[in-house]
């Protein structure tokens, strides 16, 4: 099966540095990721979407990486503040079918002001 | 619009009675898919579907039904609760096809007693 693994420890960073998430996924390399935020008592919410001929995304303070041979997706929050405070949850569609999203257990990051 | 919407947001259940978590979305998304959320876990995912009249199973079926008689409503059905229920249920849609991210709702907590 297809499996995707977060660290589960909570990450603490100080306000204003660069955060970084790990992503490490099995098996064959998925045809996309995603990242979601999650925040307490609510659903998911979608933030980038990068594929696997893509090397880098951005969105204005977020930055997403795809490295096929280390199967591994890495999420960056530049300039880190305490609103970015969630968890933060890796997505990948499964080889059965596009259909299937498999979510991996997220990393909690919080910022300290 | 609304989105995606699940009722009811708290639910608590004597161990052996049946519930239906409703889920609507107005968005003409074709996929819908249910998921559940444990404590310090990812999402499972129970049930999804590709279109009205079709379903099929995810990675954590047992114990639960599913229907989707139209595009808008994906209803979720537990037949005879057990503790290992309780948890936290996520409806979530996409447009369809692959390279689409998923909108989720606000989640039903479910607790069986």
């Known amino acids: 099966s297809q499996k995707i693994e977060q660290n589960s420890e909570a990450l603490n960073i100080q306000e204003g540095k660069t955060a970084t998430l790990t992503c490490n996924y099995t098996?064959?390399?998925?045809?996309?990721l995603q990242w979601y935020r999650q925040d307490p008592g609510r659903g998911p919410v979608f933030l980038l979407l990068i594929r696997e001929n893509e090397k880098e995304k951005r969105k204005e303070r977020l930055k997403v990486t795809f490295d096929t041979t280390l199967k591994q997706s890495l999420f960056h929050i530049t300039a880190s503040q305490p609103a970015d405070s969630a968890t933060y949850l890796c997505?990948?569609?499964?080889?059965?079918?596009?259909?299937?999203?498999?979510f991996g257990t997220g990393t909690k990051l919080q910022v300290i002001p | 619009n609304a989105g995606v919407t699940q009722t009811p947001k708290f639910r608590i259940l004597k161990i052996g009675q049946s519930m239906t978590l409703q889920c609507t979305q107005d968005m003409n998304h074709n996929y819908m898919y249910w998921y559940r959320q444990d404590p310090g876990m990812g999402l499972k995912l129970i049930y999804y579907?590709?279109?009205?009249?079709?379903?099929d199973k995810g990675e954590v079926p047992n114990g639960y039904n599913v229907s989707r008689s139209t595009t808008e409503d994906f209803p979720l059905r537990l037949e005879l609760a057990a503790p290992s229920q309780t948890s936290v249920y996520f409806c979530?849609?996409?447009?369809?096809?692959?390279?689409?991210?998923?909108?989720f709702g606000s989640g039903t907590q479910l607790s069986v007693l």
């Open positions: 979530a849609s996409s447009p369809g096809g692959h390279n689409e991210k998923l909108f």
């Open positions: 579907s590709v279109g009205a009249g079709i379903t």
């Open positions: 997505a990948r569609p499964n080889s059965g079918g596009y259909q299937k999203v498999t």
């Open positions: 098996n064959y390399s998925p045809a996309y």
